[in-house]
């Protein structure tokens, strides 16, 4: 298996930079051996985490300078303006030039999306970019998008995610017809306002395998592959998600710190919750996709850790291989013949 | 202290019906020797679950007649119009008849809400009614609204949410001030739609502890007292939580039944797990207000046990006794003189 898939990396996005970015990189190096990785960003930050390492990887490890870094809270049009040879930027760049097959970043969301659609351009037949991302349910994992590309979406931008995410689904997953649910206030058609009723009509008539509406619950519970919903909704349900699973967890260590008992309880319960920590972590399902660019970019929580940050590429890998590209547009042109 | 709170309770709602309906409110009798009750609903039905425990409670608990039932799936609008004669319906009417101070039902949400705007009418000043319910935090609990009354808000809506929603904290948790957050995509002011950028204008205004945007984790971070949202965003919220909950839930049942060692760590584990279940027991949030009418109504989980409808009929008698709709009433005519 030869060097195949080059992924252009923002060393210097995220809440720590470098500091993750570069060690993420080098265990991804380890563990695959198809994948070449260009770090972009500040030469000398980037080396000072390289260390000796930097030569070991010869011409798959390539560090490609930018000198300027978006601020995790820098108003996108901003960051899009002023900030042309930043490490954001460049990654894009690279892409844009065919010289990597995804950028992905750990910055600032609003300024990667914003540059993205910039550089990049939308894919023709789609209107709107989406973000994706999975999260586990009871069996397995779910797709869910927009998470806050779009915080006004029309009926059109809700069924072209859709098409989206079952293509995604079907290229990462290798699911044959993936399903795809609304996300709604209930099942019942006549339910929601009128941006879901128009949005149920027109997913009822794409060429995909809609089931129909779900509500909050079904995500979890592994209803559909896919769950789509307008940006602002999709943002609000992964963020509260986020946070119930943190309370708990923060709840169930409290709890067994409580007395002697369950102390003592802790010792033989910790392997197993750990265990099932380890399941549910969030970290590696870290790595969210912006679909609907003609290129693939894939950002990554901006608190991520070593670990995290590996996974967010090793989605990007996974992408890149499956080819999420080429078969989105194969199906969004084929719905442009035929519409 | 004599009986002086009155509760009418649709006996007939909820996937239980008087099942669950009946013996929680004969728990309630005991433990509540301020309160009466009014079962609504077939009397055999209410009768049959009643048994010889009828009579002991003298003037403190009464049957009151309905020959209807409205079904958990029926469209609102028929509920209204071919169910006059239903529980939910007499109920209700109990309430604005001024015979009783708070209905009850675990019916259907849609068919509850209509109804009761029919017959109670909205509060002047309020122009939209809105469902509000707390919600566990890591220190405490949080009250979410609106959870699906409304799926296409104005801001002046959100507004008065806002304004309902920290009375009704202030009133039930006797808390001074209680902090408002709206719920958005971004704690910074520039996030948003349309739609929450003008909300928050407006809560920056309204005479209320503004805190400002809050993103979905800071609901279970306990951020604020009041969370504020659309209602097609706090369903979404509210249902995605519950389903989240229940799946960690199986999750952890299913890791500690994997192996002989894990079964047996159970074994200690389990009493700890279960103490922190009671406290994050959803059952114990269940109680719903509809809130900006111009009587009190809680709704109940359809599915709920008889602890679960229990600790509703308590929730009821805190508003009740916390003179909620007076507050509220008194708050939006200050309001309304003000502007």
Chains 1, 2 share one sequence.
Not at 226 to 245: I, P, Q, R, T
Request: a neutral charge; charged letters at 20%; aromatic letters at 4%.
């Amino acid at each position: 298996m030869g060097v195949n898939i080059t992924l252009a990396v923002d060393a210097m996005g995220g809440d720590h930079g470098p500091k993750v970015t570069v060690p993420a990189a080098l265990e991804l190096l380890t563990r695959r051996n198809d994948v070449k990785i260009i770090l972009v960003g500040l030469p000398d930050a980037i080396e000072a985490e390289l260390g000796s390492s930097a030569t070991k990887w010869g011409s798959r490890l390539s560090v490609y300078p930018a000198s300027d870094v978006v601020a995790m809270d820098e108003p996108p049009a901003l960051a899009l303006k002023k900030k042309k040879d930043s490490s954001m930027r460049k990654a894009i760049d690279l892409v844009h030039e065919g010289l990597a097959d995804c950028c992905i970043s750990a910055g600032n969301t609003g300024a990667l999306m914003a540059t993205a659609r910039f550089v990049l351009k939308m894919m023709p037949g789609i209107e709107r970019p989406a973000i994706a991302t999975t999260l586990p349910t009871i069996n397995g994992h779910v797709y869910l998008l927009d998470l806050g590309a779009n915080v006004d979406c029309e009926p059109e931008h809700i069924c072209q995610f859709g098409l989206m995410g079952s293509i995604l689904a079907s290229a990462v997953d290798n699911k044959d017809n993936p399903s795809v649910g609304l996300l709604n206030i209930g099942h019942e058609a006549i339910k929601g306002n009128g941006l879901i009723k128009r949005s149920a009509e027109l997913l009822r008539e794409a060429p995909i395998n809609f089931y129909g509406n779900v509500e909050g619950d079904d995500i979890f519970k592994g209803t559909v592959d896919v769950v789509v919903c307008d940006g602002f909704v999709g943002n609000a349900v992964l963020k509260s998600s986020e946070g119930l699973a943190w309370m708990l967890g923060q709840m169930i260590r409290r709890e067994f710190r409580q007395s002697i008992f369950s102390r003592l309880a802790a010792l033989v319960a910790l392997p197993v919750l750990n265990n099932l920590k380890r399941k549910v972590d969030h970290r590696q399902y870290n790595g969210a996709s912006l679909l609907g660019l003609k290129g693939l970019v894939v950002k990554s929580h901006g608190g991520a850790d070593v670990f995290a940050f590996r996974h967010a590429l090793e989605y990007a890998v996974s992408e890149v291989s499956n080819h999420v590209l080429g078969r989105i547009q194969a199906a969004v042109s084929q719905l442009e013949k035929t519409s």
